[in-house]
């Protein structure tokens, strides 16, 4: 085992090793891989084949050449080695050590204007059309389903305490027993919702849900940092999140924020429905003494 460890290359590495051997076709994907490899590791062959315009047979055979069995077998080492190597050491920046000659009051200052400026790129960015159709479509939906795993789990859990106190039916789908989950999602169509919050390191469990989602007919509302993360392709409504701290790669503040937002102009809509308020009004009836 050792051994073996000793003597892996890493995809990046083989990509090198192997470019000045590669077509020019080649190259091109050799080259958007070690350009946006985070990205290209959870996309589809058809995906990668037509974002440069070359055939999916030209794909295979590059993986081919650079020592792979199959574009399968490339894809889930280039996750491995992403979710393995590259992405834990981006948890804090390396910018941190500007701060050892900062005072603390200068340090926390900056931190708190960066949030700021976070959450106005993040609002500055979003339509107000597009925050008011996505509150109606959770609003219209028949059930909904958020998806939210790693640091996205407590905005997810927060959203779904929102939409529980409007008495919407929502649950948060767990990516912990893989048997049971299509069984959880056997009578999904056109009238449900499913709002998916992905942030790197992003997962292939909400990349794969957003993609079933999208196959079955639902809306599918995506919450992430750009508008190349893996499930942006598969968003009927695409919300962009500014999440790069001055110390995190991820911070939680404008997402969180928007849950806030979108629950909001939710709030406003139930209170403005009157079909939803007769109801409401008759069912107090009942109560009131």
Request: hydrophobic share 40%; aromatic share 10%; with cysteine.
């Amino acid at each position: 085992m050792d051994q073996q460890k000793q003597t892996y290359i890493s995809p990046i590495d083989n990509i090198r090793n192997s470019y000045s051997s590669l077509s020019s076709a080649q190259k091109t994907i050799a080259n958007l891989i070690l350009d946006q490899a985070e990205n290209v590791c959870f996309m589809r062959l058809e995906d990668i084949s037509k974002k440069i315009g070359v055939t999916n047979v030209t794909v295979i055979r590059f993986v081919k050449k650079i020592g792979y069995e199959s574009f399968g077998a490339f894809k889930k080492d280039l996750q491995n080695y992403i979710q393995n190597n590259v992405v834990p050491k981006r948890i804090v920046k390396s910018e941190i050590s500007a701060f050892r000659d900062s005072s603390v009051d200068d340090m926390i200052h900056r931190v708190i204007q960066n949030e700021f400026d976070l959450m106005k790129a993040t609002y500055d960015a979003i339509p107000i059309e597009v925050l008011y159709e996505t509150a109606l479509c959770i609003k219209n939906a028949r059930k909904i389903y958020i998806v939210g795993t790693g640091l996205n789990e407590p905005v997810s859990k927060v959203l779904l305490t929102r939409l529980k106190y409007f008495s919407l039916d929502a649950q948060i789908i767990h990516d912990d027993n893989p048997t049971l989950l299509p069984y959880s999602l056997i009578n999904i169509g056109k009238d449900d919702v499913f709002i998916i919050f992905s942030f790197p390191n992003y997962k292939n469990f909400a990349i794969n849900i957003a993609k079933c989602a999208q196959d079955m007919g639902c809306h599918t509302i995506c919450i992430t940092d750009r508008p190349t993360s893996p499930v942006a392709y598969y968003a009927e409504k695409l919300l962009l999140c500014q999440t790069s701290s001055l110390i995190y790669y991820n911070s939680m503040t404008a997402p969180t924020s928007l849950v806030t937002m979108l629950s909001s102009i939710l709030a406003v809509c139930i209170q403005k429905d009157e079909a939803v308020q007769e109801r409401l009004n008759h069912i107090s009836s009942y109560f009131n003494e």
